[in-house]
């Protein structure tokens, strides 16, 4: 109760139109699925994907790091990353470790071996989509550990595509299935008040004051 209240009163320091866009922009968010990239070195690709997350509704992205620490890279993402949740890993075992506790199914793209193509691909369970790099793709680690395999069919002589092409591809046509089908695919309701509080911080000057002095004149 406390944190609607809250909410209401920062919702003052926006206009009508920005609360409306919130609402409409987080009623489409998702944790059904989410995004794992592994070591990609190339800033713009990782900064590539997580575009491709906030604009899909992936509100989570987990960022493996086990090689080379790597920044985002504003220009490309937009500001994206402002509106999803970066996850940062300095292993995959932890990454993968984590994202089985929460109940997803690790699912490694790859354009090699026996794997599902991506319009038979089961939407049915919280699934955590692993990319790898163009030239090396995903470890024998990650690889050996999903629990299963998707690909992009390609019927050209080039074998695989960049990861922010792959990312955006496999994005649109999972989360399109999933907002067409039966499944419960949308955040609870804990979730979306969270996360407006989070982005309403974020965008209002002087958040932790106004903040600060609501919480003062209501204890």
């Excluded at 699912?107 to 049915?124: C, H, M, Q, R, W």
């Excluded at 992009?152 to 496999?170: D, H, Q, Y």
């Excluded at 649109?172 to 955040?187: A, P, V, Y």
């Amino acid at each position: 109760m406390q944190k609607t209240s809250l909410i209401e009163h920062l919702e003052t320091f926006l206009t009508p139109r920005r609360i409306a866009l919130f609402d409409k922009v987080i009623a489409e968010r998702t944790n059904h699925f989410t995004v794992a990239t592994q070591d990609v070195y190339q800033l713009h690709n990782t900064s590539a994907v997580i575009r491709s997350c906030e604009v899909f509704g992936i509100q989570n992205i987990h960022v493996i790091e086990e090689r080379k620490p790597k920044r985002i890279d504003r220009e490309i993402a937009m500001g994206a990353q402002k509106w999803v949740d970066v996850n940062r890993y300095s292993t995959s075992k932890e990454c993968i470790q984590e994202l089985r506790k929460k109940g997803y199914q690790i699912v490694a793209t790859t354009p090699y071996g026996e794997s599902t193509a991506l319009k038979d691909f089961n939407i049915e369970k919280p699934s955590a989509i692993f990319f790898g790099t163009e030239k090396e793709g995903l470890s024998d680690e990650t690889l050996n550990e999903a629990d299963c395999r998707l690909n992009i069919p390609m019927f050209g002589f080039t074998e695989s595509l960049n990861i922010s092409v792959s990312a955006a591809i496999i994005l649109q046509s999972i989360t399109s299935r999933l907002k067409s089908s039966e499944i419960n695919w949308q955040l609870s309701e804990e979730d979306k008040i969270n996360l407006k509080y989070e982005w309403l911080k974020k965008c209002i000057k002087n958040s932790d004051s106004i903040i600060a002095q609501f919480n003062t004149e209501n204890h």
